[in-house]
C-alpha cells in the first residue's frame, strides 16, 4: 500500500519525507514504452538510482524478435553497462531485475497482480499519424491497458505521460489542470476508428481509380499496362494513408488542437481521469518538447530525432532557408534527464485516490528561449564547426531566416511552380549525362521543397504557438524533495544555461552522427555493381579454390542491345541495314522518306513501344531477308561490332567467364544481331515475317519484345534453364525495360533515360554510364 504523501512546498515539513529510493525501495513498477526515448532514459535512471525497485516491462515482440531478445538487446547499449556489469550480465541483470510482459496496448496482456505503480511511457508520437492509428495507440491503448491494470493491480498509480500541447491552439498561460473541453469522447473514437474502412471504400471508387490509373498509365504505360496498374495500386494505398492523416489533421483543427497527435492525446487523458474518477490513483504528467540530456546518462544523449533536429540539421546544411517561426516566441524545450527524474519523484509520492495529479515539466514560464534565441545559437555554432558542401567548402548559411509567414508562403509557391516546370522539361528532354545530372539536381530540390513545406506545415502551429506551461505544482514538488534527491534527481528548468546546452552540449551531439554519416559516406568506394562470382562455366560450381567445387545456381545476365551495348535506335538500325542495300541514287529520297515519318513515330513511341516497332517494321516490305542477312554479315557486321562500347563487352566477357549464360533481349530485327551471336549463348530478337519467296511482307512473325513480355521472356527462360533469378543480371538504358529489370535481383541501369534513372535511383539499382564506342559512329553506305 502507498503511503499517500500530499505535495507541500513548506521545507517545514521535508524532514516527514523519506527519500525518493525509500519511498520507491521494493515497489514494483511497470514501465511502458522502455524501447522509446523516455522509457529507456526512464530505465536507466531507476537501474542506477532508485536499485532497489522491482520492475515489469511491458513491450511488444517486433517481427520474429520477442520482448525479452529487444529487452536484452536495449540493455546491450552502452548507457546501461554499467548497471550489466554490476549484475555481473544481462541475463543476470534481467532475471534479478526486470520481468519481461510480452504484449501490444492494442491487446495489452494480463500484468502481474502486485503492482504499486505504472508509468505509461508507450504512444503515437508522430505530429501526422493517420487518424486510425493515433486514436487506436493513444485512445484505445490507454483505456485496454487500465482495464488490465484495474483487474491486476487495482490500487497501483499510474502516472500517464501527456504532452504539455494538448492544449491545443489555446494561447498564453496553461494551468496544471484538467483541459477544459466537452469534445464526445466516444463519438469522436467510433469517428477516428471508422476511417480506414469509410477511405478504404472511397479509394475504390470510379472517380478516384480513373484518376490515378490514367496518371500512372501516362507515367508508366510504356513499360506496360501491368507496371502502370500496379503503380495505381501502390497510389491507392498512399492517397488511402494521405487521406487518413488529412483528415485526422482537419477534424484535430476544427475542434483546437494542432494536430492529430495533441488531438488523441488530450482524448486519452479524458479517458485516465474517468479512472481517476472511479477511485484510482492517477498522474498526469505533460511534458514539453523532450531534446538531448544535460548531464545523464551523458551530456547530449538522445535516441533518434525529435522535434527541432530536423530544423536544425536542415538549417546548417543551408536546407532550411526560413525558419517556420516569429523570433520572439517562446520554444518549449526541457532536457530528457529532467524529465525522467521528474517522473522518478511522481512516482515517489502518489496522489491520493480519485485525486489526480497534474504536472507540466517545462521552460518557457521561468526560462524561456525564444526561435530567435535558438537561431542564435544554431548559426554561431554552424559558424564555427560548418558542414562541409562537397569540394566547395563550407554551407552557406541564411541570411533573412525570419521573413514572416506571408513571405515563406509565397516563396515556396514559386519554387514548387518552377519545381514543377522543370520537371516537365526534363522528361521531355533527351537523354544524356547532362539530362540525368539535371533530374538529380531537380530531384534534390524537390526533396527540399517537399521537406520545407511537410515540416512548415507540421510546426507551423507550434512555431507561433505562445504557451505559458506554468509549472508551479512541479516547482512544488521539486522543492519538497530533499536536498540529496533535488541533487540527484535534478529537474528545476529554470537553472538551464541556454547557450551550454543548446551550443556546447545539444546541437554538437546532434549533428556527430550526421557529420560520421558523411565521413563514412566519402569514405566508402562506389559499389562495383553485381560482383561476379567466379563460377565453372561447365558445372556452375565456384572455381579457383582447393575445396571440393560448390554446386551454385546457374546465373543468366540478360541484355538489352540499343542503347544498351550500342548508342542506337530502331529507327537508326533500319537506316543501316535499308542503305546497304539500296543504290546510292536512292538514299537521299530514302532518308528524306524516313525523315518525314519520324516525328509520327517519336510519338507513338511516347506511348507505345510495341505500336512503334511494328509501324517501324513495315518498312521493310518486299525486301528480301536473304539480302538483309548478307548486308548483316559483310560491312553491317564491322559497323555493329563498332559501335558495341567496349565496357559492355568486357563485362559480357566476365560475366561468361564466370560461368554464367549470356542472354541478348532486343527489340532490334534478327539479321541485324547476327554479328553479336558470339557473344550470346541465346538471342531474343524480332523476326520479320516472309512470304514463300523469303521476301518480308511488312508484318512480324511475333509480336515484338517489349515491356512485361520481356520480364515474361526471362522468367520462362529461367525456369526452362534452371536459372534462379534472384541472382541473375540485366541491363537496360529506358523506363520501358523497367519490368526486365524488375525481373531479376541484379538490375542495372545502363546510361538511363530519366524515368528509369529516377527508378533505379529510388530503388537503389546498379546505375552506370558505359562509353559508347566511337569508332564506327557512322551510317554505312552514306559516308564513306
Ligand atoms: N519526445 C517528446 O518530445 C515528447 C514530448 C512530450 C510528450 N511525449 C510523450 O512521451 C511518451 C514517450 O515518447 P517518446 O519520445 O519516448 O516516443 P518514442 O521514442 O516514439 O517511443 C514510443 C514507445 O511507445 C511504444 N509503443 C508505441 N505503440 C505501441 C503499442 N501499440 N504497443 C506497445 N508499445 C507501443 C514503442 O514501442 P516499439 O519500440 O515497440 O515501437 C516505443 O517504446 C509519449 O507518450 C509522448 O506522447 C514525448
Known amino acids: 500500500m502507498w503511503q499517500v504523501l500530499r505535495m507541500t512546498a513548506d521545507p517545514g515539513s521535508q524532514a516527514a519525507r523519506p527519500s525518493i529510493r525509500t519511498s520507491l525501495a521494493g515497489r514494483h513498477v511497470l514501465v511502458t514504452g522502455v524501447t522509446g526515448f523516455v522509457g529507456e532514459a526512464l530505465l536507466h535512471l531507476l537501474l542506477t538510482e532508485v536499485p532497489d525497485v522491482r520492475l515489469s516491462v511491458l513491450v511488444r515482440a517486433k517481427g520474429s524478435t520477442t520482448g525479452h531478445a529487444r529487452i536484452a538487446k536495449l540493455l546491450g547499449k552502452p548507457i546501461f553497462a554499467e548497471a550489466v556489469a554490476t549484475a555481473v550480465g544481462i541475463e543476470d541483470l534481467m532475471a534479478s531485475t526486470i520481468t519481461v510482459v510480452e504484449g501490444d496496448l492494442a491487446a495489452p496482456p494480463e500484468l502481474p497482480r502486485d503492482l504499486d505503480a505504472v508509468v505509461h511511457c508507450a504512444g503515437d508520437v508522430s505530429f501526422d499519424p493517420p487518424v486510425d492509428d493515433a486514436f487506436r495507440t493513444n485512445v484505445v491503448g490507454v483505456r485496454a491497458l487500465l482495464a488490465r491494470i484495474e483487474e491486476a493491480s487495482p490500487d497501483a498509480h499510474y502516472l500517464h505521460v501527456s504532452t504539455a500541447y494538448v492544449s491545443g491552439r489555446r494561447r498564453g498561460h496553461i494551468p496544471e489542470g484538467p483541459l477544459e473541453h466537452s469534445v464526445d469522447l466516444d463519438a469522436e473514437l467510433a469517428w477516428g476508428l471508422s476511417q480506414r474502412a469509410e477511405l478504404e471504400a472511397r479509394s475504390r471508387e470510379a472517380d478516384v481509380l480513373a484518376k490515378l490509373r490514367r496518371r500512372a498509365e501516362r507515367e508508366h504505360g510504356r513499360a506496360g499496362l501491368l507496371t502502370a496498374a500496379a503503380s495505381a495500386e501502390d497510389e491507392r494505398k498512399r492517397w488511402v494513408r494521405r487521406e487518413l492523416v488529412r483528415v485526422g489533421t482537419e477534424r484535430a483543427r476544427s475542434l483546437g488542437w494542432t494536430d492529430c497527435y495533441t488531438f488523441t492525446k488530450a482524448l486519452g487523458e479524458r479517458v485516465v481521469e474517468a479512472y481517476a474518477d472511479a477511485g484510482h490513483r492517477v498522474t498526469i504528467y505533460r511534458p514539453s518538447i523532450i531534446e538531448s540530456a544535460l548531464e545523464r546518462p551523458h551530456p547530449g544523449w538522445i535516441e533518434g530525432f525529435k522535434m527541432a533536429e530536423p530544423l536544425i540539421l536542415a538549417f546548417g546544411r543551408g536546407e532550411l532557408p526560413v525558419f517556420p517561426a516569429n523570433p520572439d516566441t517562446t520554444i518549449d524545450i526541457v532536457p530528457i534527464d529532467h524529465v525522467v527524474s521528474s517522473i522518478v519523484a511522481a512516482l515517489a509520492y502518489p496522489p491520493a485516490p480519485a485525486e ?429
Open 356 to 784: 489526480p495529479a497534474y504536472f507540466h515539466l517545462s521552460s518557457g514560464h521561468r526560462n524561456p528561449v525564444t526561435f530567435g534565441m535558438l537561431l542564435d545559437f544554431v548559426r554561431a555554432y554552424f559558424e564555427e564547426e560548418p558542414f562541409a558542401h562537397g569540394e566547395r567548402g563550407a554551407v552557406r548559411l541564411p541570411e533573412r531566416p525570419f521573413p514572416g509567414p506571408a513571405v515563406v508562403e509565397r516563396m515556396l509557391l514559386t519554387g514548387e511552380r518552377a519545381q514543377k516546370a522543370a520537371d516537365w522539361v526534363i522528361g521531355h528532354a533527351p537523354r544524356g549525362d547532362r539530362t540525368r545530372a539535371l533530374a538529380k539536381k531537380i530531384d534534390t530540390q524537390g526533396r527540399r521543397l517537399r521537406f520545407l513545406r511537410r515540416y512548415l506545415s507540421l510546426y507551423e502551429e507550434y512555431a507561433q504557438a505562445d504557451l505559458r506551461f506554468v509549472d508551479d505544482q512541479m516547482m512544488a514538488l521539486y522543492d519538497s524533495l530533499t536536498p540529496e534527491d533535488r541533487e540527484t534527481f535534478a529537474f528545476d528548468t529554470s537553472v538551464i544555461d541556454w547557450k551550454h546546452y543548446l551550443h556546447d552540449t545539444h546541437i554538437p551531439a546532434v549533428t556527430k552522427p550526421v557529420r560520421d554519416l558523411d565521413a563514412l559516406r566519402s569514405r566508402r568506394k562506389r559499389p562495383v555493381p553485381g560482383q561476379l562470382r567466379r563460377l565453372s562455366p561447365s558445372t556452375g560450381s565456384e572455381t579457383g579454390t582447393d575445396s571440393e567445387p560448390v554446386e551454385a545456381p546457374r546465373v543468366a545476365a540478360f541484355f538489352d542491345m540499343d542503347g544498351t551495348l550500342l548508342s542506337s535506335n530502331i529507327i537508326e538500325t533500319y537506316l543501316w541495314m535499308r542503305l546497304g542495300e539500296l543504290p546510292t541514287s536512292g538514299r537521299l529520297g530514302e532518308l528524306s522518306r524516313v525523315a518525314a515519318k519520324v516525328p509520327r513515330w517519336v510519338q507513338t513511341d511516347r506511348k507505345e513501344r510495341g505500336g512503334f516497332i511494328r509501324s517501324v517494321y513495315q518498312e521493310y516490305v518486299g525486301a528480301r531477308l536473304a539480302d538483309l542477312e548478307a548486308i548483316a554479315d559483310g560491312s553491317l557486321g564491322q559497323h555493329v561490332l563498332g559501335r558495341l562500347s567496349p565496357d559492355a563487352v568486357r563485362r559480357i566477357r566476365e560475366h561468361r567467364a564466370a560461368g554464367h549464360l549470356t542472354v541478348l533481349v532486343t527489340g532490334a530485327i534478327r539479321p541485324l544481331t547476327r554479328p553479336l551471336a558470339p557473344l550470346f549463348d541465346h538471342i531474343e530478337a524480332v523476326d520479320l515475317a516472309v512470304d514463300r519467296y523469303g521476301v518480308c511482307t511488312g508484318r512480324l512473325a511475333s509480336s515484338p519484345l517489349v515491356g512485361e513480355a520481356r520480364a515474361a521472356f526471362v522468367k520462362a527462360y529461367a525456369r526452362e534453364h534452371d536459372l534462379d533469378l534472384s541472382g541473375c543480371f540485366a541491363y537496360a538504358d529506358s523506363h520501358s525495360d523497367l519490368p526486365l529489370l524488375a525481373a531479376v535481383g541484379q538490375p542495372v541501369a545502363v546510361r538511363p533515360d530519366v524515368p528509369l534513372y529516377r527508378h533505379a535511383r529510388k530503388s537503389h539499382w546498379s546505375i552506370v554510364d558505359w562509353s559508347s564506342s566511337t569508332t564506327a559512329a557512322r551510317v554505312p553506305g552514306v559516308h564513306k
